[in-house]
């Protein structure tokens, strides 16, 4: 099986695409909203605008953890707000940490790790590579303050300070040369304190940052510094086994190539920090890659009653809400579809396509991506009539069109409706493509060749069939790595389904093995392969098979016995 391309365009960096609508609207004013349990809550864009000191900015949230990094301060809950940014910033809610940050200045204004703080939630991170100019411009204030009263602070405060300060500058605005600089500059900072678990946290952020979500090439061969940054994040982890950041950023390094390796820290991050959506529904990245569906949707179901509830009481807007939360139901469709539950998949399918707001689809792929989910888990489940009665998105939302015609050939295939699937598979091939980046030029690939294989094989010209089947496994082989997957369904799926059919059981064999190398226990491709082993005479085999599928299929709410409907 080709390798993946080993570029995330997806949790989330999809969501950098979202990046540039927020960054117009972030000096948004604040919500006055109090919670029950917060002193009070905020707008999740980011907070630029000038600011009332005499009265709190950020409130304490309920169950982030307990991590406590000491800095130079005597009072405790300047103490505590510090504490509560840098964990906001472990679990990439940078907006809201960098309020915490800015309450923590605000009650104690001689605390230079306060602007730290501030100028490093302002910064560029792996989702967020290119903060506008009117953030970079006050996280380098940010940081200048940092250093008016660097000589209040430890050597380890001085030397953090310092380090971030090469990643601001008024003179350059080379976002690469400043990463690298920063790199460079935090390199020093670990080799001074080793053991520090922050320390090696941030540095290996900053290695990171320097290439990503490209952390490997297509062999698994480690890019530049980021064999160091995985030893320092190992060594933080055996330090302090309970560190979200380490956990957290360790997921995203392994989580391709190399799962496996994530395991422990999946089974743990969630425990970390409860309250935070984004860090619970993590491990669901390495769950996902090792085959353990039912813990994915666990994690993520977790995840958006978390973020719900935060949401719900800070009247979040912005990126988080937005994006993030999204996410993690986006994300529960995908796990839950890969358990056989209809009913999870197509709820969470919908909830995804609701938090779409209606004016932030045209031009926004991302959110078309969004949008088009009801369509792509009523295709999977055989809800061919809900299909059938969604209406035109209209040709302005190109992407979500393709989907929209994708999905309804092959609904009016499985409803022997021979014409209007070839009027669906011409429109298909007809549509305008002015608007489609990479990514979206490649998923109309893969769905033309799908939709033209079936056809091919309903009009009894099975070869012609399977051909472009394998087309579009080649296509799907080029999509970068995403979570969710870019592709719905694994087209190894769909082409094995039909070499069945075709009775070339041993080609099937071969492929359903290669897409559960990849998808690992899956119930989809174990009933094909299953099919395919019965077809050969390979009974033991197949025996074996059966009762994998069946644990794989036990909190399924369909019976199959195919690998697609």
């Given amino acids: 099986m080709k390798s993946k391309t080993f570029l995330i365009i997806g949790v989330v960096s999809p969501l950098f ?136 602070s430890s050597k380890k405060e001085q030397l953090l300070i310092n380090a971030l300060s090469t990643r601001y500058s008024k003179d350059s605005e080379n976002r690469e040369e400043l990463n690298m600089a920063y790199m460079l500059a935090m390199e020093k900072v670990v080799n001074e304190f080793p053991n520090d678990v922050d320390i090696l946290t941030l540095y ?59 395991i422990q820290s999946a089974d743990k991050l969630g425990t970390t920090m409860p309250g935070a959506g984004h860090i619970v529904h993590m491990p669901g990245h390495i769950y996902m890659r090792v085959g353990r569906y039912d813990d994915a949707v666990r994690v993520n179901e977790e995840a958006i009653l978390a973020d719900e509830s935060y949401i719900s009481q800070c009247f979040s807007q912005g990126l988080y809400p937005l994006g993030y939360y999204p996410h993690n139901i986006h994300f529960l469709w995908s796990s839950a579809s890969m358990q056989g539950n209809s009913t999870k998949a197509i709820s969470a399918a919908k909830k995804t396509a609701e938090k779409v707001p209606a004016n932030s689809l045209s031009g926004s792929q991302f959110h078309q991506n969004f949008a088009a989910t009801p369509l792509l888990a009523y295709t999977r489940f055989g809800k061919w009539n809900d299909i059938l009665t969604t209406p035109d998105p209209g040709d302005n939302l190109t992407y979500l069109k393709l989907i929209w015609h994708y999905s309804r050939g092959i609904a009016f295939l499985r409803k022997n409706n021979l014409k209007e699937a070839e009027e669906e598979l011409e429109l298909l091939a007809n549509r305008n493509t002015e608007e489609d980046d990479d990514r979206a030029s490649n998923v109309a690939n893969v769905a033309f060749e799908i939709l033209a294989g079936e056809i091919e094989v309903y009009k009894g010209n099975l070869e012609n069939g399977i051909n472009h089947l394998k087309n579009a496994v080649a296509f799907e082989d080029e999509l970068p790595y995403d979570e969710p ?49 019965l077809g050969q005479g390979k009974i033991e085999e197949a025996k074996k098979t059966k009762k994998a599928f069946d644990q794989a299929w036990s909190n399924a709410d369909i019976e199959i016995n195919n690998s697609i409907l």
């Avoid at 330090?239 to 997921?251: R, S």
């Avoid at 290669?514 to 099919?531: H, I, K, V």
């Fill in 17 to 152: 695409l979202i990046i540039a609508f927020f960054n117009l609207n972030s000096s948004e004013q604040v919500s006055t909203y109090a919670a029950s349990n917060f002193k009070k809550c905020v707008s999740t864009n980011f907070l630029l605008t000038e600011v009332d000191t005499t009265r709190p900015i950020a409130p304490l949230f309920n169950d982030l953890g307990d991590l406590n990094y000491t800095v130079s301060t005597k009072n405790k809950k300047a103490q505590a707000f510090f504490n509560q940014g840098l964990k906001l910033t472990y679990a990439f809610n940078h907006a809201e940490s960098h309020r915490s940050f800015m309450e923590s200045g605000r009650l104690d204004n001689n605390l230079a790790m306060a602007y730290w703080g501030q100028a490093y939630a302002l910064g560029p991170n792996i989702n967020d590579q290119l903060p506008d100019e009117e953030r970079s411009l006050i996280a380098y204030e940010a940081i200048q303050n940092a250093l008016k009263l660097i000589d209040k």
């Fill in 204 to 262: 290996a952020a900053s290695v990171m940052n320097t290439v990503p979500w490209n952390y490997w090439d297509n062999d698994g061969n480690p890019s530049p510094n980021i064999a160091e940054a995985k030893a320092a994040l190992e060594k933080a982890i055996k330090i302090d086994d309970n560190h979200p950041g380490a956990h957290h950023y360790y997921i995203h390094m392994v989580e391709l190539p190399k799962p496996d390796l994530g």
């Fill in 485 to 533: 997957a870019a592709w719905y369904i694994p087209t190894r799926q769909t082409l094995g389904a039909f070499l069945n059919k075709a009775k070339k059981y041993d080609e099937a064999e071969i492929i359903y093995r290669e897409d559960l190398d990849y998808y690992r226990a899956n119930g989809w491709s174990l009933m094909g392969l299953y099919t395919s082993l």
